[in-house]
C-alpha cells in the first residue's frame, strides 16, 4: 500500500476515537454497531444498480449456506448488503456518483482493518457492471486491463497544486487473468482489453441518438476505429476512476467485469430483449461469483 497516499490525518483519528466518520451517503458512522459485523470483510464488490446488488447478496448467502445477509438502513442513493465477507455496493452510475461510493467505502474498509496495511492489501474489490463493446458482440464479458477516459488518457481532476492531477488507470494483470481462468470452463466468452469510462452515455460515447447530438457518423465511427485500434474492447462510465483511487492508494487485488450490452460498431441503442439483458447481466454475475470462490471459498 502507498501509506503517502492515504489521508491520514483525517482517517487515523478516526481509529483513536478523536473524529467519527459519518459515511453519510450510506448513512451509517464509525460507531454504528451494524459495522462490528463485518470487520472480516474479504471482497468489495460494486454495481451500478441495487437491484442487482441484492441480488449479488441472495446468491453469495446461498453459496455460503444460507449465510446472514446485513443490509444498511438507508438506501435512497446506495444500496449495500454484506454477507460472508463479502460487502455488496451499488455506486450509481458514472464517475461523479460512483467516485462518492468509492471513497466512503475505502473509509470504511480503512476503519474495519483498524488501519493495518497488511489486511487492508488483502481485500479484492471489483466493479460488475455493463458496458458497449468495441469490436464485441453483446453477451461478451471484458475483464479490464486498463481504465482510461475518452480520450484514451488516464483519469484525471482538476485540484489546488499543480492544476491537473492524473492518476494511473491500469487494473493488475495477475487478477485479470486470475477472473479469466476462474472462468475457462464456463461457457461463456471472456477476454481482456482497455476499457474508456465515457462522462456521459450520450455525448462522450459519441452516440447519435442523444436529445443532444455533436456528432455526426463520420464522427463516430472515427473515434470507435480509434479505440478499436488502440486495444479498447468496451465502453462504460466507471472504470477510469475506480482503477485510479485503487491505484493512488496502492491496492494490489482489484478488477472490472463488465458484459457488453451490444457492439457499438454496429449502431447506438441497445435493442437486446430482456431476456437477453438477463443473460448478459447473469453471464459477468457468473464471472464474478467463479473468481469469489475460487478465492474466499477455497483458501
Ligand atoms: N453502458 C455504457 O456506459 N455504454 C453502453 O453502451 C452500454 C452500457
Redesign the pocket.
Known sequence: MKTENINHAFLDSVLDGSSLDVYYHFGVASDDLILAGMRDVKAVVMAGSGGRIKEFAEYWSEANGGSEIIGFPKEDRFVTRYCSGVLFASHGMGMPSASIALQELMRMVYFLKGGDLDALDEVFWTRVG???GVGLPGGTVVVSSEGVMADLKPYRLLHGGEGEYWFDGTFPASITSAIIEASADAPIEVVSGKTVA?NE?FLE?FRLDGAICLETHESKMAWLQWLHENGVSN???EGAMLAAYMNHWGFSKFAMICCT??N?LDGDQ?TSTPEQLHKFSEDSGRVLFNYLKSTLLHS
Do not use: C, H, K, P
Open positions: 455493463t458496458s458497449g465515457g452515455f460515447q465502453i462504460e462510465m450490452l451490444l457499438r441497445v
